[in-house]
């Protein structure tokens, strides 16, 4: 794992803030690093390479080691078929391909997509585990409609850029 990306997580071993044992039968257990994640994917408009496809042990996902082009280094989840040396990229102008972030309102109906935000600049929320997908189903002026894992139908509204800290519909 890319080293810079890796924090410890101290175990708790089933002990609260005063110290005392809580949660019985806890504790042991492999030394876990978080690797971590970015799934607010900023980096609009610039082309990041996949170094590599990588196990998680703290999550059911692989991960994805990209290269920006000026030598920053970033994890995200792997979409399935993704592979070393595949180049993407995230914004309004990125092509609908396997990897690439684009916002809802750029979708075409019918396509799987994962690591949804709820609410603009907050991260992916929605549809992060391991196989997962939602469907787009609709577009409906600044609604966009989509089929959760668990059938659920939603609607995610398309904030504008300047309302970027109001609290969007879900």
């Known amino acids: 794992p890319e080293k810079s990306l ?9 002990r609260n803030n005063t110290g005392r044992i809580t949660a019985k039968r806890r ?3 492999h030394k876990l690093l978080y690797r971590v994640i970015d799934y607010r994917r900023e ?14 042990p703290i999550r059911s996902a692989y991960i994805a080691l990209l290269i920006y ?3 920053e280094k970033r ?4 979409p ?5 040396g595949d180049v993407v990229m995230s914004g309004k102008d990125a092509e609908i391909r396997n990897g690439n972030c684009l916002p809802l309102m ?12 709820i609410d603009r600049g907050r991260g992916a929320q929605l549809v992060r585990s391991a196989g997962s997908g939602a469907i787009v ?32 519909t879900a």
Request: net charge negative; aromatic share 4%.
């Open 6 to 14: 890796l924090v410890s997580i101290p175990r708790k071993g089933g």
């Open 27 to 29: 504790g042991g257990g």
């Open 43 to 56: 980096k609009d408009g610039i082309e990041a390479r996949v170094a590599g496809i990588e196990y998680d």
């Open 69 to 71: 082009k000026y030598g």
């Open 75 to 78: 994890y995200i989840l792997a």
């Open 80 to 84: 399935a078929g993704l592979t070393d």
């Open 106 to 117: 750029s979708i075409p109906d019918g396509t799987t997509v994962h690591n949804i935000e």
């Open 137 to 168: 189903i609709a577009q409906e002026g600044e609604y966009t409609h989509l089929e959760l894992p668990s059938k659920e139908i939603r609607n995610r509204q398309e904030t504008p850029p300047c309302q970027r800290g109001r609290r969007s």
